[in-house]
């Protein structure tokens, strides 16, 4: 089974990543379970690939039928 979890990437007006509160949470949960939330740790995104984390399957109800979805990540 493939599942992908995937997310949107809120940026600045200057085109970088906005590190303010409430935006990129999609990216703090990948960070978090990758250990790559630290604060003054430098950080790339080309630093994730290839990087193991566990996820926990959920179902989700769509049209009267029951589909597996990523529902949390965790450290692996």
């Given amino acids: 089974m493939t599942l992908r979890f995937s997310t949107?990437?809120?940026t600045t007006p200057s085109g970088a990543l906005d590190n303010s509160?409430?935006?990129?949470?999609?990216l703090r949960v990948?960070?978090?379970?990758?250990?790559?939330?630290?604060p003054g740790q430098p950080f790339s995104i080309r630093?994730?690939?290839g990087?193991?984390?566990k996820c926990k399957i959920g179902l989700r109800p769509y049209q009267g039928e029951m589909f597996d979805?990523?529902?949390s990540l965790v450290k692996a």
């Fill in 8 to 10: 949107g990437l809120d």
């Fill in 21 to 26: 509160k409430g935006k990129n949470n999609g």
């Fill in 30 to 38: 990948v960070r978090d379970a990758l250990g790559m939330n630290v």
């Fill in 47 to 49: 630093m994730m690939q």
């Fill in 51 to 53: 990087k193991p984390v």
């Fill in 69 to 71: 979805e990523i529902d």
